[in-house]
């Protein structure tokens, strides 16, 4: 069966770099999203993404976020500046339409900021 | 304000009763609702999806129902099994912008019990 796949699975940096996580959407999906979860809080929505552009985000992601397709199989999160309460677990999201679908997430990437 | 929510304290079951899971929401107006069963450090996995339209739906030994008067949701294990021991969720399926957007509760913690 198709999946969702994220890498990497852990990720620890220091507060102020940049970190880009990456998954790789079912391939004949075309709305793609990223979700974020505090240990211990609900799953969050960040943003979606289909045609090339963002069609909605949430005030979590910020100038500090960007998401790009930059070939036709993968599908990035950046974060340019990392923050300490930016430690959380980012789970990447496709679906094959949009409304009233089920979304295939994947592992998640669990980042640590130090 | 905009609220959903799911039993916060875990729900602990023999193995072979019915669970009932409850999610609740206020000033939402969602066309379609979700749930989703997440493990520990696991992105959330899709079980099923009832339309605002729909009082019932069944997959298997699980049962959904929707009350859009109430603003309520059951969710319904039959027959548990100590494998469907996990967090579900409830999610709230939003189309304002006609693209999908996945408003999460907080989870129910499940235990079965041999």
């Known amino acids: 069966e198709p999946e969702v796949t994220q890498t990497p699975s852990h990720q620890v940096t220091q507060m102020g770099q940049e970190v880009i996580l990456r998954c790789v959407p079912i391939s004949n999906h075309l709305y793609f999203y990223w979700y974020r979860q505090i240990l211990g809080q609900k799953v969050e929505f960040l943003v979606s993404f289909y045609n090339n552009e963002i069609s909605e985000k949430s005030e979590i992601f910020d100038d500090q976020f960007s998401v790009e397709r930059p070939d036709g199989s993968n599908f990035t999160l950046k974060i340019r500046s990392t923050k300490l309460e930016d430690s959380a677990m980012y789970f990447c999201a496709s679906s094959d339409y949009g409304s009233g679908e089920t979304q295939y997430f994947g592992p998640g990437t669990r980042l640590l900021v130090l | 304000s905009q609220k959903i929510e799911q039993n916060s304290e875990a729900l602990n079951i023999q193995e072979g009763k019915t669970a009932t899971l409850t999610c609740n929401y206020t000033n939402y107006s969602p066309a379609y609702l979700q749930w989703y069963r997440q493990d520990p450090g696991r992105g959330p996995v899709f079980l099923l999806l009832?339309?605002?339209?729909?009082k019932e739906k069944r997959k298997e030994r699980l049962k959904v129902t929707f009350d859009t008067t109430l603003k309520q949701s059951l969710f319904h294990i039959t027959a548990s099994q100590p494998a469907d021991s996990a967090t579900y969720l409830c999610a709230l399926d939003m189309v304002n912008t006609g693209f999908q957007k996945l408003v999460f509760g907080t989870g129910t913690r499940l235990l079965v019990s041999p």
């Open positions: 009832i339309r605002e339209n729909e």
